[in-house]
């Protein structure tokens, strides 16, 4: 069964602080990975996708990882800002039934405080 | 530069009524559209998608269904709502084939739906 998994929950930090969230996959065949960012009551918004070639890829503050052997991903925020409160959200794509299926992880919620 | 919209923002409904959720896309021609619900705790659900007018595909067996009448309009519709209806509904679009991966998804605003 084709899922993805976040960890922590919930974190909170304080501005300024760097932190890294997980996430686990096991999901086949393996196309991509995306971290999105939802604030409270909005839409996803993309941060970075990486294939199953990339180890690392960048986007301001935001640094995402990938282990496509272990099947993990990690996300790293440094020096967090107020605004980083927001849910974190691990996509996985996989090609299935002919089309490209985007399996989501639950999330993980972030509070900055200052 | 393209925008999506989702109306209403927020929806309370009785159990048994009707719904009708309505998504439009601007800016852009033939997208691929979705509707996703969000259950507290839970990872986004793909409930339907259109690749054009009148064709929808469902992904899970449910008490909603969808329509696509126009190339950007994208409508999610129920004869009697149930209390596991509530959530929150996001509409989405893509451009280009569905079989490429790296195709990008945009998300609309959402509509929070809470059934009593």
């Known amino acids: 069964k084709n899922q993805v998994e976040q960890s922590p929950q919930s974190l909170i930090i304080l501005e300024g602080k760097n932190c890294t969230l997980q996430c686990n996959y096991t999901v086949s065949p393996f196309s991509n990975l995306r971290w999105y960012k939802q604030d409270t009551g909005r839409g996803p918004v993309s941060l970075t996708i990486m294939t199953f070639s990339e180890n690392t890829k960048s986007n301001g503050r935001y640094t995402a990882t990938l282990d496509a052997d272990t099947k993990q991903s990690s996300l790293h925020i440094t020096a967090s800002q107020l605004s980083d409160s927001a849910s974190y959200i691990c996509?996985?794509?996989?090609?299935?039934?002919?089309?490209?299926?985007?399996?989501f992880g639950a999330g993980t919620r972030l509070a900055v405080h200052p | 530069s393209q925008t999506i919209h989702q109306w209403p923002a927020t929806l309370v409904q009785p159990v048994g009524s009707p719904l009708s959720l309505e998504c439009t896309v601007e800016g852009t021609s033939n997208p691929n559209l979705y509707w996703y619900r969000q259950a507290a705790g839970r990872g986004l659900q793909l409930l339907f998608y259109s690749v054009g007018i009148g064709q929808i595909s469902s992904e899970v067996p449910q008490n909603l269904s969808a329509s696509r009448p126009q190339d950007r309009q994208f409508i999610l519709s129920s004869k009697k709502l149930l209390l596991s209806d509530s959530g929150f509904y996001l509409c989405?679009?893509?451009?280009?084939?569905?079989?490429?991966?790296?195709?990008?998804?945009?998300f609309g605003p959402g509509t929070r739906l809470t059934v009593l």
């Open positions: 996509v996985v794509s996989a090609l299935s039934g002919g089309y490209n299926k985007l399996i």
């Open positions: 989405a679009w893509s451009v280009g084939s569905m079989t490429n991966s790296y195709n990008e998804q945009f």
